[in-house]
């Protein structure tokens, strides 16, 4: 039986990628891949979780001296971020 319902393949992967819930998931792990690329082993040792919701991302830092510094220099660092990310945009950064 031959059914008529035929997609190319990038077009339901493009479909299964844009539910909220998936979108949010595969943009957590983008940008975890471009933190710890970015940055020395210091800051990937001391990183707990990322945590990103719609386009703001949270990063948590468990050395207060390691999150001041972050905090220092947030605007570079999301200037970083998003010429690394390709599709998704980061608009507010924090550090916890």
Do not use: G
């Amino acid at each position: 039986m031959k059914r008529n319902n035929d997609q190319p393949i990038s077009e339901v992967l493009k479909a299964f990628s844009e539910q909220i819930a998936f979108k949010d998931k595969l943009a957590m792990k983008k940008i975890e891949t471009v933190w710890l690329q970015l940055y020395s082993s210091l800051v990937k040792d001391h990183t707990t979780k990322i945590y990103v919701k719609q386009n703001k991302v949270s990063i948590y830092i468990n050395s207060s001296v390691l999150k001041k510094e972050l905090l220092l220099n947030k605007n570079k660092i999301l200037d970083q971020m998003n010429a690394n990310l390709k599709e998704f945009v980061i608009e507010e950064l924090e550090f916890r």
